[in-house]
């Protein structure tokens, strides 16, 4: 099953809803980064929130997403935009930790992702096209992610929410499925289909479980929501850097003459790699003198 979003409403636009499935996303990050079972899951559920927060955005707008924790793993950082097109890295992906008491190793719902991450912020960085973007900013729940972003709506942008993050990792460190499901309660919801909902959520399978049955992003919300469900979009979820050469090589520039200099002096090259992607950029010294006469002439 390649990788989407949907999104729908159920009781009459007061509740609106996400689910998705991101295994190809998180699988192609896990590999780029070298993530071993813990990383994989901490980035993933990162990216999996970061495709449904983007495809809430219109046109251009983008979102970033920062975990800054003081756990092993460090900083975790998303970008996503309004056609799901996500990216990201994890500062540290080798990082290993016992699971949690009684867990097996690589399940998924064992793996102490809050160890990894410990404490700090979580920040929503929406670059909407004005002037200055918007950050909003909590301190962790508990390191877990999903918990984290609850927390975030409730407090930041008033909205009740129900989520799911889930990456399940094989022994061989391969990602086998990832997805996750997003519920949010608007004005007019009563009692009574809150009451359903929590019945639902509190014996609802793991979002991974389902996944790897074959199980669909629309078949989880008809388990999930009260009432009638109108699905409105689907999006492709996609991996994309937008890091190019040029980008790169107006960096060095940035720098200036005297540290394009010493840069030539040393090492007689260069050699950038984009955080997002670990795509590795090489500029020779013919391409280095160039740039400094650049540099110099400005």
Avoid: W
């Avoid at 990201?88 to 992702?113: F, M, S, T």
């Avoid at 199980?215 to 009638?228: A, V």
């Avoid at 540290?259 to 590795?280: P, Q, T, W, Y």
């Amino acid at each position: 099953m390649s990788d989407y979003i949907v999104r729908a409403t159920a009781l009459d636009g007061k509740l609106r809803a996400f689910a998705c499935i991101t295994t190809e996303l998180v699988r192609e990050l896990s590999n780029r980064h070298g993530c071993l079972a813990l990383a994989s899951a901490a980035l993933g559920r990162t990216a999996t929130m970061g495709a449904m927060m983007g495809v809430m955005l219109k046109g251009n707008e983008t979102v970033t997403l920062q975990v800054r924790g003081d756990g092993p793993l460090g900083k975790i950082i998303v970008t996503a935009d309004a056609d799901a097109k996500v990216r990201g890295y994890i500062e540290n992906p080798l990082v290993e930790l016992p699971p949690k008491e009684g867990g097996a190793y690589a399940d998924v719902e064992k793996l102490d992702v809050g160890a990894g991450v410990g404490d700090g912020y979580l920040f929503v960085i929406k670059d909407l096209g004005m002037k200055e973007p918007y950050t909003g900013s909590v301190p962790l729940h508990n390191g877990e992610i999903a918990e984290d972003f609850v927390y975030y709506f409730a407090q930041s942008e008033q909205t009740p929410s129900a989520l799911s993050l889930g990456v399940l990792v094989d022994k061989d460190q391969t990602v086998k499925a990832a997805g996750g499901f997003l519920i949010q309660l608007l004005p007019g919801v009563s009692d009574e289909d809150i009451d359903y909902l929590e019945q639902q959520l509190s014996s609802f399978p793991h979002i991974t479980s389902l996944l790897v049955q074959g199980t669909t992003p629309e078949d989880i919300l008809k388990r999930l929501l009260p009432g009638e469900i109108n699905f409105l979009e689907t999006y492709p979820v996609t991996f994309t850097c937008d890091c190019t050469r040029d980008r790169f090589a107006r960096g060095l520039l940035s720098l200036g003459a005297a540290e394009i200099r010493s840069i030539l002096e040393e090492d007689k090259g260069a050699e950038l790699v984009c955080h997002f992607c670990n795509e590795k950029y090489n500029f020779g010294e013919a391409e280095l003198e160039e740039l400094l006469r650049m540099a110099e002439n400005r």
